[in-house]
């Protein structure tokens, strides 16, 4: 399940939703990721999340597929959010569900690992000195090339 | 063709999107960024660093080789960010 929107969301409840109805799932692997108030050493004050509408749903779908094709997955949810948000709110979440706990982790992972590297999102951050874009990191990348050619786990 | 920007392509742009129609020589995308640049400002600095940009044909992530066409929207943007 993916989802794209402005406004937050209730972990609790999507976890729930995920899981809900199928006691084959033995187990649920979670991630959010959140604002920081702090950036290379600056204090920021807000961000905004910019996006490419029908290029984001694409990429997610294309991710959610090839998770779902790697690792024995009962189901999987990602939700991304886009527009302004303040420090602690929530960005991300992606949250997978196996019959073990193996699957469950590493899927999770690449979730986030392509998601960062693939979907088509740009974050403006607001510090005391104005607006800055931030730039990609090498350090997604290798991330997300851990995963190139390997092989799913049972 | 459709253009569109994103993050501070857009910004320099001054304009998220835009309809191009550049001449039957523009075959691949190398060709059409050539194209702009000649018409000056913003395009001149939007596509100074090649190396900064990605470029997207119809949703799809694309290499600067690709064949483009009159109806495709071709987007331009620099290094995804999300996550």
Redesign the interface.
Known sequence: MIRVQAEDFDPGAELEALTRGNAGIGGVCSFIGLVRDVADGERIGAMTLEHYPEMTRRRLEEIEAEAMRRWPLEGCTIIHRHGRLAPGDRIVFVATASAHRQAAFESAAFLMDWLKTKAPFWKREETGDGERWVAARQSDDDAAARWTGKPASE | MKL?Y???M?EKAGIGEETVNPPATVTDLGQLVEWLKERGEPYTSMFQNMAAIRA?IN???VKIDAAVGPDDEV?F???????
Do not use: I, M, N, S
């Open positions: 569109v994103f993050a501070w857009k997207a949703y799809e992530y987007a943007f620099p290094p995804v960010t999300g996550g």
